[in-house]
Structures are given as structure tokens and as C-alpha cells.
């Protein structure tokens, strides 16, 4: 069974730093595309980073760019975001997600992965 599993949120002040981990069982994590989202309350969930399957290659909102950094360990089987310069804007649930194995592409849209996350909770305040 495919499960993503994140870990790493909490409460941070503005100007910190947080990495979220997203440990993946199932499946092979350099396999899929991985990419992650946050929901703020009464907003949509929104694409923030992905990482491609094949090439590596990367894909950052313009809210996160210079920001925040996406990575993978092989042998943890674990999904990273690194999180620096933190906002109190930042403060959302933060998923990450893996679209299906056939894609190797990177995309920011919440409808392109089918395997999710719980969430974990990020809030960045003074």
C-alpha cells in the first residue's frame, strides 16, 4: 500500500526555518513526482514545489521562490522541504503528494496527484 507520511511542522517565528520530511512506504520515491501543497484556512489548496522523476528538475511558486527547497534522500525513501525566511503568510497545512507513476513531470496543480499526505500543521508567529 502507497503512503506518504509528513512529519516536521510546528511553531516557528518569522524569519525561521522549518524542514518538513515526507516518508514514503510503498513505493520508491525517486519513482514519482513529488510535490508539495499547503491550505490555509478558507483558501484552496496551493501548489507550492514539485521534483521531477526523471531529471530532477524543480518547480517553485513565486510566493516560496528563494525561499524554499525541495530535495529527496534515496536511502531514507523520504521527500524534503526546506523552509527558510518563514512569513507568518507561511502559516497553513502543508501535504505533500505523488502523481501517479506514469508522469515524470513536475506540475503545481492539486488535480495532477492521486496520492497524498495527512498534513501537517505549520504556524509561523511571534
Known amino acids: 500500500q502507497l503512503q506518504l507520511v509528513e512529519s516536521g511542522g510546528g511553531l516557528v517565528q518569522p524569519g525561521g526555518s522549518l524542514r518538513l520530511s515526507c516518508a514514503a512506504s510503498?513505493?520508491?520515491?525517486?519513482?514519482?513526482?513529488i510535490g508539495w501543497f499547503r491550505q490555509a484556512p478558507g483558501k484552496e489548496r496551493e501548489g507550492l514545489s514539485c521534483?521531477?522523476?526523471?531529471?530532477?528538475?524543480?518547480y517553485y511558486a513565486d510566493s516560496v521562490k528563494g525561499r524554499f527547497t525541495i530535495s529527496r534522500d534515496t536511502a531514507k525513501n523520504t521527500g524534503y522541504l526546506q523552509m527558510n525566511s518563514l512569513k507568518p503568510e507561511d502559516t497553513a497545512e502543508y501535504y505533500c503528494?505523488?502523481?501517479?507513476?506514469?508522469?515524470?513531470?513536475?506540475?503545481?496543480?492539486?488535480?495532477?496527484?492521486?496520492?497524498w499526505g495527512q498534513g501537517t500543521q505549520v504556524t509561523v508567529s511571534s
Open positions: 521534483i521531477s522523476s526523471r531529471n530532477e528538475s524543480t
Open positions: 510503498g513505493f520508491i520515491v525517486d519513482d514519482y513526482v
Open positions: 503528494a505523488a502523481r501517479a507513476p506514469w508522469y515524470f513531470d513536475c506540475s503545481p496543480d492539486v488535480i495532477e496527484y492521486i496520492y
